[in-house]
């Protein structure tokens, strides 16, 4: 059974910095792209960042450009998600998805997602 | 970057009711759209992807269509389970987008 599981979430200051994991079992981690996906209270869903099967390749929304960093560990099957200089406006709840038949050029099909981990930004 | 429009925004209707969704995106996406379905306080769930595709598992209620730029959401005959919030996506370029959701709400 596919399984995805987000930690690292929490109450931070603005200007803070927090680490997000996402465990993933259940699949061939090491052979899928996987993304971070956040939701604001009440609010749609955004797409933050998306990072290639061997993490070579890493992709941003310009929201979080140069302040947060996408990265994997296919020995420990965990993704992860370094955000610094946090604002009030990343509060969120943030998602990891596993991303089918991505490219390049293509962000692919999210095709699982985990049940999310809350971040709230304030003082 | 390229926007994604769905309506409506809310809806209510009642079980058994044939519910269409309709997403419309800035450009072309080459049918590389998706919907999630989202229940309070749970994950997105993948219903269709390339437009038309049914994800596994998804009940055949479920339908999608369109190309080029206008895409829609098929609910054939709403039941009790499928009172959530859908979303649109398009998946050609990057940065993905979401259309800001349709709630669909029992009349």
């Known amino acids: 059974e596919v399984q995805l599981l987000e930690s690292g979430g929490g109450l931070v200051q603005p200007g803070g910095s927090l680490r997000l994991s996402c465990a993933a079992s259940?699949?061939?981690?090491?052979?899928?792209?996987m993304t971070w996906v956040r939701q604001a209270p009440g609010k749609g869903l955004e797409w933050v960042s998306a990072i290639s099967t061997g993490g070579a390749s890493t992709y941003y929304a310009d929201s979080v450009k140069g302040r947060f960093t996408i990265s994997r560990a296919n020995s420990k099957n965990t993704l992860y998600l370094q955000m610094n200089s946090l604002r009030a406006e990343d509060t969120a709840v943030y998602y990891c998805a596993i991303i089918r038949d991505g490219s390049s050029s293509s962000p692919g099909v999210y095709y699982y997602w985990g049940q999310g981990t809350l971040v709230t930004v304030s003082s | 970057d390229i926007q994604m429009t769905q309506s409506p925004s809310s809806l209510s209707a009642s079980v058994g009711d044939r519910v269409t969704i309709t997403c419309r995106a800035s450009q072309a996406i080459n049918n590389y759209l998706a919907w999630f379905q989202q229940k309070p306080g749970k994950a997105p769930k993948s219903l269709i992807y390339a437009a038309s595709s049914l994800q596994s598992g998804v009940p055949s209620k479920f339908s999608g269509s369109g190309s080029g730029t206008d895409f829609t959401l098929t609910i054939s005959s709403l039941q009790p389970e499928d009172f959530a919030t859908y979303y649109c996506q398009q998946y050609d370029t990057y940065p993905p987008a979401f259309g800001q959701g349709t709630k669909v709400e029992i009349k």
């Open positions: 259940g699949f061939t981690f090491s052979s899928y792209a």
